[in-house]
């Protein structure tokens, strides 16, 4: 759909061009969607029949809706509905708003009370199920039922008032402790205050009516009296703010758009008092103009055994705060949306901040606040500016501001929805109040990153692997297969999910005739019980027997590297174990069992990672972040016999990690982080030989001035070498994150797709290069997550030659046909060992492993190849919230376990076993508190050729006596 008129089309070459008046061109969606912090879309079934007016989430990634729709999903749902995490329309939850006066029934609220397990209603209805409920009903979430109890509050009466269509805008609950006689003791609990804000004039259950206006407060479910009989439902008398004047024969004079209760700011032992807030319009005559509305009150229970409440108190600070209209008459006048937060630490005297947006030009006559605008709420309420308004992010001055909400994981964003061209528009709260980059609304490919690629060409397929949720809007969790024509394959959806707080990430991905092999950080494919590691099948995506279970001390283990040769799948990442034995960060296993063989030549180093693992000329290169491969040392990458699971004497010895390795003929190439590589300087990519792993001629040179400049994903054809990454240039020409070059020298191509963020992986296949990652255009194209580029690529490599190097020459897939593994033992060292190795870290432990505080020291045990003085470093274990790493594709904090430094101590140790005592629960001078630590330690000095060993244990409280 556009968003301006269409006046011309025309269709060639099997494309169809159309031109207009329009600026924006989009997938048509219907009244409501699901979007991501981004601006992605994700799955959600379509609403027909109405708007949707109200949305809230059931916290557990589904959505309860209303509005005045009759139909969701293809499902009957008339004005409410509740949308499963999936997309899906909840079969048991059918509540049916009807009509009021033969007019379309209006939800235009909806508040969930988790505490007392009950979701409000608020809008234009008289029955819930064709049980009397006016505008304002209480439900079970569950299934949806009108909850008896509650009864039914009438907003005015008909018979005195025949013209009155009032309606409910907004519904906040507040909770107070109050006393209570519970079995016939004193007890204190909860009582739920549900606030009401609207265009009503009067509240009650029957005659007489308490006289409002658009303001009105009721006891909640679950509300009880003091000898703990039922309040339930039962409005508050003696509450009646002034907001408007009630003009004859039902005309409102003031209308309630929004309305906060902003919790208990006194309490004592006979009071409490809440600071409520107001926002909407008011009309101080009958003829006069609307004027925008913003207020805050007092509601102050002054007995809290009896429940007296105090009349209308307002703050009287606020006199001046409401903010004033522009010249003449103003249909839109009005404060339509206002949320409460606190600012950022350092916060004291417990102050508040109120953003409010609507309609209006200044707050308090003279401070410029256009459409939005904030205001110290507590301890005071001064008059404070707003420098980046909604104008300034292209709201314009007659475009009002309908909603604001906080953006999800992040407390300093806050999102306005209104009537201005972007929709919705991001604001940062901290001073000087910069707009955030507003989302994109763009159709997606996907919704987030795209981490990994594979191609299959028996069945000429491409598959995705990432961190994203949907394709197209469609339900793809993590993976997503493609076939040649760039079409999602219908049918093949093989959710991949994390354990709760941890979003799953698909690494990398490894394609058979009949299998795709899946590694990454995850705890479920397609249903199954598979933690970081899976076998897909091709045809169907239900999941393998294939369960190698990796798993890591720390509790993050991730695969991050596949490669398939023949029957055998080698896997790098970050791991301890896998495949039923212990392996460092790099395995080999049966790819039809998951069994691991007897290679294991472990990549060792402070945080070790295998990041790229290439089966070719009859060795396995390896590349990471590691300092011992092999048993030799090796920096960052490697070479290691596919037999012994010795590393060979090629060592082209890389200054820091390589992410990314390729074969042409009898060149290696390796991209990654480095500066030197191969006896030579090379900035991200380099050529090495395969037989003596120098540095050929084959230098692109990537200009390392680009902020966090790298090479992460190589594929090389028979005239190219492809390089995804994050880099601006090579060889000084302009190249945006992907480029080619030729093999040979390294000279850049002319094909320059521009990608405008980061590139993580490349295939080949079909003629055509497939490249994924954060992007979300190519050049002038938009593309999100995944682009493919046509014919004339070029055929993967398929070339034989691996001149000067052993083995026997490569199959047809570019892979050789390596010996099988040999089983059990640590290999022998090759010929070209050092004769005086660094001393070597053998065993560690730790006793007790549960230390009692008081109880007896705690000893650390280790054993040295000889004397050496060692580090010991003490480390705790915490939970919470991983650091935001840089770039767009870690754009959300997760929840994750790791290990804190807590302090270190340096020891001299003799050859062979030795011990160190802690007495007091004490290292150096700080106490071991209760909670879990690892110790690791190490020889110094430290280099690459060192082992850090690591043990667990556990403080615990002393036993009560």
């Given at each position: ?125 008289w029955q819930i199920d064709e049980e009397p409920h006016q505008n304002v009903a209480a439900l079970r979430p569950g299934d949806g039922a009108p909850i008896p109890e509650f009864g039914t509050l009438t907003l005015c009466n008909p018979s005195q008032q025949p013209a009155c269509l009032p309606a409910v805008h907004s519904l906040d609950v507040a909770h107070v402790n109050l006393p209570v006689t519970v079995s016939g003791s004193p007890t204190s609990r909860p009582q739920p205050l ?355 279970s990796p798993a890591a001390d720390d509790g993050a283990e991730d695969v991050l590297a596949l490669s398939l040769a023949g029957t055998t799948l080698y896997v790098g990442g970050a791991f301890d174990s896998i495949g039923g034995h212990d392996r460092a960060n790099l395995a080999a296993l049966d790819a039809g069992s998951g069994a691991a063989t007897g290679w294991n030549p472990g990549a060792q180093g402070l945080g070790a990672q295998v990041h790229a693992v290439l089966p070719a ?191 026997s020459s490569d199959s047809d897939t570019g892979l050789s046909e390596l010996p099988a593994p040999t089983a059990g033992g640590t290999p022998p060292p090759p010929a070209n060992a050092k004769s005086a190795p660094p001393a070597q870290v053998s065993a560690v432990a730790v006793t007790p492993p549960r230390l009692r505080m008081g109880a007896r020291p705690l000893t650390i045990r280790f054993t040295l190849s000889r004397a050496a003085r060692v580090r010991l470093r003490f480390e ?86």
């Amino acid at each position: 759909m556009t968003d301006g008129p269409v006046r011309a089309i025309t269709h060639a070459g099997g494309r169809t061009y159309i031109g207009g008046e329009f600026t924006r061109v989009g997938k048509r969606t219907g009244p409501g969607v699901v979007m991501s912090p981004s601006g992605a879309l994700r799955p959600f079934p379509q609403v027909v029949g109405g708007d949707v007016r109200a949305a809230i989430s059931d916290g557990s990634g589904g959505w309860y809706i209303g509005g005045t729709f009759t139909s969701v999903g293809g499902h009957a749902r008339i004005g409410l509905a509740h949308v499963n995490a999936d997309g899906s329309v909840d079969p048991a939850f059918r509540p049916k708003a009807l009509t009021a006066q033969n007019r379309p029934a209006e939800v235009n609220v909806l508040l969930l009370d988790r505490s007392n397990d009950v979701l409000y209603v608020g809008g234009l209805f008289w029955q819930i199920d064709e049980e009397p409920h006016q505008n304002v009903a209480a439900l079970r979430p569950g299934d949806g039922a009108p909850i008896p109890e509650f009864g039914t509050l009438t907003l005015c009466n008909p018979s005195q008032q025949p013209a009155c269509l009032p309606a409910v805008h907004s519904l906040d609950v507040a909770h107070v402790n109050l006393p209570v006689t519970v079995s016939g003791s004193p007890t204190s609990r909860p009582q739920p205050l549900l606030f009401l804000g609207g265009t009503f004039t009067q509240l009650g259950p029957a005659d007489p009516l308490i006289e409002l206006h658009g303001v009105g407060v009721a006891w909640g479910v679950g509300a009880v009296d003091s000898t703990n009989s039922p309040l339930t439902g039962r409005p508050i008398s003696t509450w009646k703010p002034a907001v408007g004047l009630g003009a004859s024969g039902g005309v409102v004079g003031a209308g309630v758009h929004d309305v906060e209760a902003g919790g208990p700011v006194a309490e004592n032992a006979t009071d409490t008092m809440l600071a409520v807030y107001l926002s909407g319009w008011n009309k101080p005559t009958a003829t006069a103009d609307r004027r925008p509305l913003l207020r805050a009150y007092q509601f102050r229970i002054t007995n809290r055994t009896t429940r007296a409440v105090n009349a209308d108190t307002r703050f009287g600070s606020w006199g001046t705060t409401e903010p004033s209209a522009a010249t003449g008459a103003c249909t839109e006048c009005a404060v339509r949306a206002i949320e409460l937060v606190e600012p950022p630490a350092p916060n004291p005297a417990g102050k508040k901040w109120l953003y409010f947006g609507g309609d209006f030009t200044h707050v308090a006559g003279s401070v410029p606040a256009a459409k939005l605008g904030r205001i110290d709420a507590i301890p005071n309420a001064s008059v404070t500016t707003f420098a980046a308004t909604a104008t300034a992010v292209g709201a314009g001055a007659s475009a009002p501001v309908r909603s604001l909400a906080w953006s999800p994981g992040d407390p300093s964003t806050l999102l306005a929805g209104g009537l201005f061209a972007e929709g919705v528009v991001a604001l940062d709260t901290n001073p000087p109040h910069a707009a955030r980059s507003a989302p994109s609304w763009e159709a997606p490919r996907t919704d987030t990153s795209v981490d990994a690629l594979a191609h299959d060409s028996t069945a000429s397929a491409i598959y995705a692997g990432g961190d994203f949720r949907s394709v197209d809007s469609r339900n793809r969790a993590g993976l997503a297969a493609f076939d040649s024509a760039g079409q999602l394959v219908d049918g093949w959806a093989p959710i991949v999910s994390g354990p709760p707080g941890d979003p799953p990430l698909v690494h990398s991905l490894a394609a058979s005739n009949s299998t795709l092999y899946v590694g990454g950080r995850f705890s479920h494919v397609a249903g199954e019980p598979r933690r970081s590691l899976a076998g897909v099948d091709a045809s169907s995506g239900a999941a393998t027997s294939f369960n190698p279970s990796p798993a890591a001390d720390d509790g993050a283990e991730d695969v991050l590297a596949l490669s398939l040769a023949g029957t055998t799948l080698y896997v790098g990442g970050a791991f301890d174990s896998i495949g039923g034995h212990d392996r460092a960060n790099l395995a080999a296993l049966d790819a039809g069992s998951g069994a691991a063989t007897g290679w294991n030549p472990g990549a060792q180093g402070l945080g070790a990672q295998v990041h790229a693992v290439l089966p070719a000329c009859g060795q396995v290169y390896v590349g990471g972040r590691f300092n011992r491969a092999g048993g030799q040392e090796r920096a960052n990458v490697a070479a290691i016999d596919p037999a012994t699971s010795a590393a060979t004497g090629w060592n082209p010895d890389a200054d820091a990690p390589v992410l990314a390795l390729a074969r042409y003929g009898p060149t290696i190439y390796a991209g990654g982080l480095f500066g030197r590589i191969g006896e030579a300087a090379r900035q991200k990519v380099a050529g090495l030989s395969a037989a003596g792993g120098h540095a050929t001629a084959f230098n692109p040179a990537i200009n390392a001035q680009t902020v966090g400049a790298s090479v992460r994903a190589l594929a090389v054809s028979d005239s190219a070498v492809y390089l995804g990454g994050r880099f601006a240039n090579v060889r000084d020409e302009p190249r945006a994150n992907l480029a080619s070059a030729d093999p040979s020298q390294g000279t850049p191509t002319a094909w320059n797709p521009a990608a405008d963020a980061t590139v993580y992986a490349l295939a080949l296949g079909d003629g055509a290069v497939y490249a994924g990652g954060t992007f979300e255009s190519l050049g002038a194209a938009a593309n999100r997550g995944l682009a493919a580029f046509g014919s004339g690529a070029g055929s993967p490599f398929s070339g034989d030659a691996c001149l000067g190097t052993s083995g026997s020459s490569d199959s047809d897939t570019g892979l050789s046909e390596l010996p099988a593994p040999t089983a059990g033992g640590t290999p022998p060292p090759p010929a070209n060992a050092k004769s005086a190795p660094p001393a070597q870290v053998s065993a560690v432990a730790v006793t007790p492993p549960r230390l009692r505080m008081g109880a007896r020291p705690l000893t650390i045990r280790f054993t040295l190849s000889r004397a050496a003085r060692v580090r010991l470093r003490f480390e705790r274990r915490v939970v919470g919230r991983c650091p935001r790493r840089r770039g767009a594709r870690n754009d959300r904090r997760r929840r994750c376990v790791r290990y804190v430094r807590f302090a270190e101590v340096v020891r001299r140790g003799k050859r062979g076993r030795n011990r160190v005592s802690f007495r007091g629960q004490r290292v150096r001078q700080r106490r071991l508190v209760r909670g879990r630590y690892r110790v690791k330690i190490a020889t110094l000095p430290l280099t690459r050729g060192s082992s850090v060993l690591s043990a667990k244990f556990e403080v615990v409280s002393a036993r009560r006596r």
